[in-house]
């Protein structure tokens, strides 16, 4: 994400406002795009934050918010993988998800972490497709989850895993799949 796609990523996010207030309560607010640069997990460092910004073609249809290394070497945490309304359930999200994975096993991660609020049955079912073992919420929920600091209103939110192995995956050569 450059700073030119702020007003688009902000627009993808008050358009996920079912999503945002089922996860923590509160719709999109101004500064949100703005926090996604700034939240990072303790022990994280900036640069290993990446803010992804997904586009069909000229159209910002979704962000993705992922910290690479937490919370060990070998893992990769998503905290946000969000797709505007308009474009969810046409497969947009399943294709950049398995590309997304099998780019972290090429470049040796194995595993990615991410969470979901449990009442989100699209989330759930969604990573579910993707082979995430989900489990249920934790009842003391922790300070920070996948790779952001939780805010007081998240309650019930499962924690995804999925393992990583280049023969589920396939692998990747030169930026395209070779599946």
């Known amino acids: 994400m450059l700073p030119g796609d702020e007003p688009e990523v902000s627009r993808v996010l008050a358009a996920c406002d079912d999503y945002l207030i089922e996860a923590t309560g509160s719709p999109a607010l101004p500064a949100d795009v703005q926090s996604l640069y700034y939240s990072l997990p303790e022990g994280?460092?900036?640069?290993?934050?990446?803010?992804?910004?997904l586009c069909d073609?000229?159209?910002?249809v979704g962000v993705v918010d992922a910290v690479v290394g937490h919370p060990d070497g070998?893992?990769?945490?998503?905290?946000?993988?969000?797709?505007?309304?308009e474009v969810r359930r046409k497969g947009v999200g399943t294709r950049v998800a398995r590309h997304l994975l099998r780019e972290a096993a090429a470049r040796g991660l194995r595993r990615v972490t991410a969470t979901c609020p449990e009442s989100w049955l699209p989330g759930i079912v969604f990573l579910r497709t993707l082979d995430f073992e989900v489990h249920p919420p934790q009842?003391?929920?922790a300070p920070t989850?996948?790779?952001?600091?939780?805010?007081?209103?998240?309650?019930?939110?499962c924690t995804a895993v999925r393992e990583l192995d280049e023969a589920s995956l396939g692998t990747v050569h030169r930026g395209?799949?070779?599946?």
């Open 44 to 53: 994280a460092d900036f640069e290993q934050k990446r803010l992804l910004v």
């Open 74 to 85: 070998d893992s990769c945490s998503v905290g946000l993988f969000l797709l505007d309304p």
């Open 139 to 141: 009842q003391e929920p």
């Open 57 to 60: 073609g000229a159209a910002t």
């Open 145 to 157: 989850v996948g790779n952001r600091l939780r805010f007081p209103t998240e309650r019930g939110l």
């Open 176 to 179: 395209r799949s070779a599946s």
